[in-house]
């Protein structure tokens, strides 16, 4: 199917609806982001089940870093991640220089207040990703300049 | 090796699994939201209708299409054009009502209900009723007034899935202020 509009309409639709949802008392943006990561994980989850259906098991924590960087990256924004970074202690960066959510919004400064709102689905999508190939992490994003933008993966260890 | 292998023909497949997965997700989120399904059916359709006025012109600019004489060119449009563009599948355009002002859309394959299965406490939830909302947004803005609806759902049991559009009025154009 064509269709990457679609589904970008749809996460408009998606994040606006929870941001009015979510209005009458808190309108901190804990609980937005909070509920769209949610959203976002649960997609996450079933899109890895579906993924990784054929393919081998892993070796290690890197070859899935790498996977969510290049398989997982490419089949849902159809392009790969620009920067992978570790500290090779459990702390990973991941840059996307052109990220697709952000690239109809602004290049740039402008509506920059407005951008994490439009990161928290993909943060779930990556943590929902990792947590069904047996990883707990928790996934932050930020962004300084429009349509640029990193997420931070701390894998959690217990 | 087999990952590199299957990775072309999956990426496609998994690109509208993304957005079923999505909207899933969505409708599960709606019915936490409210507390009867018909809110959750007003809400997905509320929500169509505001993706429908923008996808229109993302259609528009895509396919090449002018306006539609008729509402019988139109109904083929949506079935072959506009349906097999954004979610892979050809309705069949059948039940015309005598006055032409009324048809059905057939869907053997429904997209958004990949994954889905309606438990028994949801019996009035139209799951797919963003898909009317979309319609309906979408042929406001080309100056048509449709009513449009679910009559047959398979996600409900039934053989297929059936949309029925019904032509209500032509919107006339508004002609700014001060202008002929």
């Known amino acids: 199917m064509g269709d990457e509009a679609l589904f970008e ?16 008392d808190d309108t901190e943006n804990g609980k937005v982001t909070a509920k769209l990561e949610n959203l976002g994980y649960r997609v996450g989850q079933g899109l890895v089940e579906r993924f990784t259906r054929d393919s081998p098991r892993f070796k290690d924590e890197l070859d899935v870093m790498k996977f969510i960087c290049k398989d997982f990256w490419t089949s849902v924004f159809k392009k790969q991640i620009d920067n992978l970074r570790t500290n090779h202690q459990g702390v990973y960066v ?22 994490p709102k439009f990161l928290a689905f993909t943060c779930g999508l990556v943590r929902g990703g990792l947590s069904n ?5 928790v996934v932050t994003a930020e962004v300084s300049v429009m349509p640029a933008c990193k997420f931070q993966v701390m894998i959690q260890r217990s | 090796m087999s990952r590199q292998a299957n990775r072309a023909t999956e990426n496609k497949k998994i690109s509208s699994e993304l957005f079923s997965l999505t909207y899933g997700a969505l409708v599960t989120q709606l019915c936490k939201d409210y507390e009867n399904d018909e809110d959750v059916n007003k809400q997905l359709d509320k929500m169509g ?17 002018g306006r539609c004489n008729d509402f019988r060119e139109t109904a083929d449009v949506i079935a072959k054009t506009a349906f097999k563009i954004y979610l892979g599948v050809t309705p069949t355009v059948t039940n015309w009502s005598p006055a032409g002002d009324e048809f059905s859309l057939l869907l053997e394959t429904n997209p958004l209900v990949d994954f889905v ?6 019996s009035n939830l139209v799951y797919s009723s963003m898909l009317c909302g ?24 039934d053989g297929s899935t059936e949309i029925r559009l019904k032509f209500l009025k032509r919107i006339e154009e508004n002609i700014p202020a001060g202008e002929e």
């Open chain 2, 134 to 157: 979309v319609l309906r947004g979408a042929l406001e803005m080309v100056q048509m007034a449709v009513d449009v609806r679910f009559v047959q759902d398979s996600l409900k049991g």
């Open chain 2, 49 to 65: 209708y505001n993706i429908g006025v923008r996808i229109i012109e993302d259609f528009l600019a895509r396919s090449n299409i």
């Open chain 2, 117 to 122: 299965e309606l438990p028994d406490n949801h």
């Open chain 1, 133 to 137: 190939l047996g990883i707990n992490s």
């Open chain 1, 9 to 24: 309409f749809l996460h408009m639709e998606v994040v606006s609806y929870v941001c009015h949802s979510v209005q009458q």
């Open chain 1, 94 to 115: 991941l840059q996307d220089n052109r990220f697709r959510m952000l690239t109809q919004i602004s290049c740039g400064k402008q509506y920059l207040e407005h951008a």
